[in-house]
């Protein structure tokens, strides 16, 4: 698999909410090559402090070479990211990791039977999932049958972000933490009904979120897939610092994730 | 073993492209940049983004006598301008670097420097030992100095008798060129380095990581599940300055600097201070294409100076002070 260092200029940058931001780049290798799932590392300044790359999931990924990314001001890194202005130039390496898959027939996503697959994305966990859903709506699926779940503390970030699902056709589920928009609580609150008739979960979000509808899905035997966000050094599988306890051991997110079908990881730790 | 597929370190710089080979010990390098162990995984994780082949060496990820799995998450946190680890030298073991991984790196033009650890004398031995005879290991580099290791290996690297029975231990198992990684964790580095020169070593290269910590205020607990960690990256630089230079004064071995290194100015600040050849490690992680670039930095440098061989600014610092 290819992967790139590439100056990247940013294209977009827009603020989806107070401290949500989307940039678009210009990453034309990366944007060629990148499976739903996978992610790059963005040298967030040019200086040494911060000193390591920070790791986003490729958010959106575009035929003429563009791609987005999305994320949320949370640390030094991120705030420093947002600063950043259309025409600045961006250090990016990837794209890295695995990503999701479809059942059994690799990164086409073709599906064995009809039955809905359910997407759950939780803050910025939605981020992979919009590419994962395009990708999808791409392959000829039926996608007013799937589902979409999303969450996230208030409606301010949800709604740019909800249509875009929409538009493309699939029934779109929200749940906020004041109510500010959807159901008030949490998305597993919302599985239980859809679960029986789903062949696929893909979910990307806050670690419990992940657990519960892990858990949920493990008890309904309905396969998932999740991924995981971690810190990271290289994202290449040079440092090892990015491990998370697997069922047979520590495994490493970088090269063996972010996805993983949720069945390969040790819920019951952290 | 195989014939190392380089230039002479001999050559004299003609027309505009300098000399930029180096010796240390009997490892003869075409430049003096390499990838420090550690950062740069078995090299086969950064073909895609590197020309392997401009590299003056690759040193691979620490290999100890059996595979070992390292410490719990989490492992990495970044602090000013570097980063704590405490990887806890997670490794597939000697055999299956050997069946697994030298297949690969046999084949890269660079010559394949192995890191070894161990957790008594006798391994130190033993590994070096398998790896005599394996074709395309141009040298070992003994670490007597990771801080992550709990079984008293700290000794090894803190006590010079402890770190001179280490490198009698590896020449005793091995005929490859050898050299000794050196801790900064000690109160006269320059006492270890004569422990391990007098002992047998080929070179000695320094600094491992500092012993560091770092602590989440919210949760009143440490950032690393070690607790404590190696410090690395631009940071440590004026650290492994200082002791490299230390060191270059008092010995007659090749010494390999490394810390914090991430432009060609960074390691040339090492040569100047007495440095051989210097190790890339954790810009690696962060920049892969920072040690292709610090050859052509150090290339660029040398044709503005009018030097015609690398060798010559070794050791040419100007302290004004005899």
């Known amino acids: 698999m290819s992967e790139f260092q590439q100056k990247c200029s940013i294209l977009s940058r827009d603020r989806l909410a107070f401290d949500v931001f989307r940039l678009t780049l210009q990453a034309p290798g990366i944007a060629a090559t990148a499976c739903p799932g996978q992610f790059v590392m963005v040298r967030v300044s040019d200086g040494l402090d911060p000193l390591l790359r920070r790791p986003f999931s490729i958010h959106r990924c575009f035929a003429d070479g563009r791609i987005s990314l999305l994320f949320k001001v949370i640390g030094k890194g991120t705030e420093l990211l947002a600063r950043r202005c259309i025409g600045d130039q961006v250090d990016l390496v990837g794209p890295l990791g695995n990503g999701f898959v479809g059942n059994g027939v690799g990164n086409g996503f073709e599906f064995s039977d009809d039955r809905p697959v359910c997407l759950i994305g939780g803050g910025m966990g939605i981020a992979p999932l919009l590419f994962l859903a395009e990708q999808l709506h791409k392959s000829g699926r039926e996608t007013e049958k799937d589902h979409v779940l999303l969450g996230a503390r208030t409606q301010d970030e949800l709604t740019p972000l909800a249509d875009e699902f929409s538009n493309l056709g699939y029934p779109v589920q929200l749940a906020t933490d004041d109510g500010s928009v959807g159901h008030k609580g949490f998305i597993p609150d919302l599985l239980d009904f859809i679960l029986p008739t789903v062949e696929q979960v893909y979910t990307c979000g806050p670690h419990l979120m992940m657990k519960n509808v892990v858990r949920q899905c493990q008890q309904a035997e309905v396969p998932c897939q999740v991924s995981l966000e971690t810190h990271m050094a290289c994202g290449m599988g040079a440092c090892l610092g990015c491990t998370v306890n697997g069922k047979k051991g520590l495994v490493h997110v970088c090269k063996q994730g972010p996805v993983f079908d949720a069945d390969q990881l040790e819920w019951s730790l952290e | ?322």
């Open chain 2, 1 to 322: 073993m195989k014939e190392l597929r380089m230039e002479s370190a001999g050559n004299t710089g003609r027309g505009s492209t300098p000399d930029l080979g180096v010796q240390i010990g009997p490892l003869v390098l075409r430049n003096p940049v390499m990838t420090a162990s550690g950062t740069f995984g078995y090299a086969r994780e950064f073909e895609n983004l590197v020309d392997l082949a401009q590299l003056g060496a690759i040193i691979v990820k620490g290999i100890s006598l059996h595979p070992k799995p390292g410490n719990p998450p989490p492992r990495i946190v970044e602090t000013a301008c570097g980063m704590l680890n405490a990887i806890g030298l997670e490794n597939v073991g000697v055999d299956r670097f050997i069946s697994g991984k030298m297949p690969y790196l046999y084949k890269l033009s660079s010559p394949v420097v192995v890191n070894i650890l161990g957790d008594s004398v006798e391994e130190y031995s033993e590994i070096a030992r398998r790896l005599d005879r394996v074709e395309g290991v141009a040298a070992l580099e003994v670490n007597i100095s990771c801080p992550n290791v709990k079984k008293g290996g700290v000794a090894f690297g803190t006590v010079p008798e402890m770190a001179a029975r280490v490198t009698e231990a590896v020449r005793g198992g091995s005929r490859l060129p050898l050299i000794v990684k050196l801790s900064p964790n000690v109160t006269d580095i320059v006492l270890m380095a004569r422990a391990v020169a007098d002992a047998g070593a080929d070179a000695v290269s320094l600094i491992n990581t500092l012993i560091g910590m770092a602590i989440d205020p919210i949760s009143r607990s440490p950032r690393l599940a070690n607790v404590i960690g190696g410090l690395s990256g631009p940071a440590i630089k004026p650290v492994a300055l200082r002791m490299v230079w230390q060191v270059a004064q008092a010995i007659s071995l090749p010494v390999i600097g490394i810390g914090g290194i991430t432009t060609a100015n960074d390691a040339l600040e090492f040569l100047l201070a007495g440095a051989s050849a210097v190790q890339v490690g954790t810009a690696n992680f962060y920049d892969p294409s920072a040690a292709g670039n610090i050859v052509q930095g150090i290339t660029a440098y040398l044709q503005e100076q009018g030097e015609d061989r690398l060798v010559d600014i070794v050791g040419t610092l100007q302290t004004g002070i005899d």
